[in-house]
């Protein structure tokens, strides 16, 4: 993978704004998750596919607890019509770019077919016609934190290439190191969060899609005896249901 350049490259002063908590909970809790057979989410294909082949075949539904809770919120700040205008214009004037017209679209659906009726869907956070925002949050430790950049990377490589764009950021913000400091959201993200800046890997997507196709391939075959992740702390944070199934179906092999 491409070694990314870790440092802000905006004014932060741009995501002061007052925001509505009870709205973008609501929000939150009002979408549903798909987990058909048939599609795999762009978000998925960082992890491990042994996780993500289990979820397809004993429908295990996306966690929703606290963690992604705070997750959803962070993208519904982001996409505020203020915060939105005011990071859009910066990264225009950075990359000394000047367009008459800036056109901005939050949530842009992609459903690309890679196996006849077999799917890669996702939603490209905030798109424009020069480069694409992915946000992430993360609760893994600060320890872990190169780590989690490469894995993000790997899903807005993969948007990058369906979008037909080369350059891309990931806004990430780091859930754990706020935990004991909960002031307001603004300073949340001063404090915790950075812009990673990444451009498209034609080899890394190759490889993505290989993976994707492995695991569809599995899936239709009711197997999930494939390789396990890649980074070591996806395992403790699996969800209690997945790691039990992994867990025994590994017992019997060993048995």
Known sequence: ????????????????????????????????????????????????????????????????????????????????????????????????????????????????????????????????????????????PLEYSKEIVLFYYVQTNTYLKLVNLTLGFILCINLRAFQSDMTNLSNIWKKYGYIIPIHFNQELYNKTIEKAILMFKFIDQNEFHITGPEFKWECKNCSKEIKEICLKEQKKEFS
Not at 23 to 42: M, S, T
Not at 60 to 70: G, Q, R, V
Not at 113 to 135: N, Q, R, S
């Open 1 to 140: 993978m491409t070694k990314l350049e870790e440092k802000p490259i905006i004014n932060k002063e741009i995501f002061n704004v007052d925001v509505n908590i009870f709205e973008l909970v609501q929000k939150v809790y009002d979408k549903n998750f798909n987990r058909e057979k048939n599609k795999i989410g762009c978000s998925e294909l960082p992890h491990c596919a042994r996780k993500t082949i289990i979820s397809r075949l004993f429908n295990i539904p996306s966690k929703t607890n606290m963690k992604m809770l705070h997750g959803k919120i962070h993208h519904s700040i982001i996409q505020e019509p203020k915060i939105l205008s005011n990071l859009i214009s910066s990264i225009y004037q950075q990359l000394a770019i000047k367009k008459k017209e800036i056109n901005v679209i939050t949530e842009k659906h992609l459903i690309y077919e890679i196996l006849p009726g077999k799917f890669l869907e996702g939603h490209v956070d905030i798109f424009t016609d020069d480069f694409l925002f992915e946000i992430k949050t993360t609760s893994v």
